[in-house]
T-cell receptor
Framework: NAGVTQTPKFQVLKTGQSMTLQCAQD?????MYWYRQDPGMGLRLIYY???????DKGEVPNGYNVSRLNKREFSLRLESAAPSQTSVYFC?????????????FGPGTRLTVL | AQTVTQSQPEMSVQEAETVTLSCTYD???????LFWYKQPPSRQMILVIR??????QNATENRFSVNFQKAAKSFSLKISDSQLGDAAMYFC?????????????FGQGTRLTINP
């Protein structure tokens, strides 16, 4: 049981390059999330998927796209990377539905855009 | 929109002493969840404790306890008998109970240093 996995762990891009961050969970969770963490700002939600087949914008969606490929996988794409997107990216998942469901986090991806 | 504020960027405490981290939040909802997460240097986000707003009793988990003041919208974390392994960033977070809106809203974080 690996929980939430993210690839890659580290990435360096040049301005204008594109890349996709991959996330997968093996807990049969309905909901998945992408956050970014910048120094002094805590984690901020980029996009989330409440259930398979749905995606919604979070607090900071500009410059990103997401795909809920299936129940297990939720990818984050940067079409044209900018230095302002240098950050640590976290994927998370939770059971969804009513009531309390703990949100489990992946180990994070450190992205640097030069 | 909900907001979470942690006004202490850094805190330090002597090993075995007690420390309290502060958090305030703003919401118009009457029912919600509040959390404290720990992030050690490994970057892994670890849930420390949670509080349901409808519960008057403060949550406790071993050496960790909270002081939840709903009217004041305050949610502080007390760590008793501090240990070197408690050194980390601590984040306060809010979550609505509205169906489909289970996203977390985080504060800016407090870096806790434990002095031996």
């Amino acid at each position: 049981n690996a929980g939430v996995t993210q690839t890659p762990k580290f990435q360096v891009l040049k301005t204008g390059q594109s890349m996709t961050l991959q996330c997968a969970q093996d807990m049969n969770h309905n909901s998945m999330y992408w956050y970014r963490q910048d120094p002094g700002m805590g984690l901020r939600l980029i996009y989330y998927s409440a259930s398979e087949g749905t995606t919604d914008k979070g607090e900071v969606p500009n410059g990103y796209n997401v795909s809920r490929l299936n129940k297990r996988e939720f990818s984050l794409r940067l079409e044209s990377a900018a230095p302002s997107q240098t950050s640590v990216y976290f994927c998370a998942s939770s059971g969804g539905g009513e009531g309390y469901n703990e949100q489990f986090f992946g180990p994070g991806t450190r992205l640097t855009v030069l | 929109a909900q907001t979470v504020t942690q006004s202490q960027p850094e805190m330090s405490v002597q090993e075995a002493e007690t420390v309290t981290l502060s958090c305030t939040y703003d919401t118009s909802e009457s029912d919600y969840y509040l959390f404290w997460y720990k992030q050690p240097p490994s970057r892994q986000m670890i849930l420390v404790i949670r509080q349901e707003a409808y519960k008057q009793q403060n949550a406790t988990e071993n050496r960790f306890s909270v002081n939840f003041q709903k009217a004041a919208k305050s949610f502080s974390l007390k760590i008793s008998d501090s240990q070197l392994g408690d050194a980390a960033m601590y984040f306060c977070a809010y979550r609505s109970v509205v169906l489909g809106a289970q996203k977390l809203v985080f504060g800016q974080g407090t870096r806790l240093t434990i002095n031996p």
